[in-house]
């Protein structure tokens, strides 16, 4: 039954339209393009994320992630070592400096990618992919830090007029935003932990490329907030 049940959803994420599929993939690589520009082009941080990449795109491939009957269940591989890499990050001193030393407008910048994530997800509800309540329809609202995104580049970067107290309030709300959908998507997923949205669950991101979001995008929107946030502290 099992076996069936992955089948029929693997032929049903295979009639998606091509350009979903393709719009995601350049999204995640303007992301880490941005990324990669925000961190002064470090050869090792580009060859980290393209290698990570490179992973799971092959693990997706072979269909790990599509069994979901495992404890945990298996799709937290993909956020897992991120997060940790994070964690390192910030309690280790090269990380610290490491974080410090990005651009901080330009990873500002990179959040402007939300809105075609957000579009994408849009994309997928329609095809019954993913479930309403990951879309700007539903419980998403993060979209909103991706429209505002460019407004809080230019009056903080540009026209340095943006007090860096409520700059660093609009990196903690946006923070929220994200941890609100990254909530609902995990407790959407088909697995264990699925808690709602049963006729509709959030089936994408077990297959190729959008299991890119949880391993990649979403990590680099997160770190770009947290480095952002320590680089006004300290200076503040």
Request: charged share 10%; hydrophobic share 60%.
């Amino acid at each position: 039954m099992a076996v069936q049940i992955i089948y029929h959803q693997q032929a049903a994420m295979e009639m998606l339209p091509a350009y979903i599929g393709i719009a995601f993939i350049l999204t995640t690589f303007l992301t880490v393009f941005l990324f990669w520009k925000a961190a002064h082009y470090h050869r090792v941080t580009i060859v980290v994320i393209l290698a990570w990449l490179f992973v799971q795109a092959i693990v997706s491939l072979q269909h790990f992630y599509t069994i979901t009957d495992t404890r945990p269940p298996r799709f937290l591989l993909l956020a897992a070592p991120p997060v940790v890499l994070i964690i390192l990050l910030l309690l280790s001193g090269p990380g610290r400096r490491y974080l410090d030393n990005l651009n901080a407008s330009t990873l500002t910048v990179l959040h402007i990618i939300r809105i075609a994530v957000e579009l994408v997800l849009w994309a997928l509800f329609v095809h019954k992919a993913v479930p309403q309540l990951m879309t700007f329809e539903g419980r998403n609202f993060d979209i909103v830090a991706g429209l505002s995104a460019p407004l809080i580049w230019y009056l903080a970067y540009r026209l340095k007029k943006l007090s860096k107290t409520a700059l660093l309030w609009w990196n903690i709300a946006c923070i929220v935003l994200l941890l609100n959908i990254v909530i609902n998507a995990v407790l959407s997923a088909p697995g264990p932990l699925q808690q709602f949205a049963f006729d509709q669950p959030n089936r994408a991101i077990l297959y190729f490329p959008f299991v890119w979001l949880p391993c990649c995008v979403v990590p680099l929107v997160l770190l770009s907030h947290l480095a952002v946030i320590r680089q006004l502290v300290k200076k503040h």
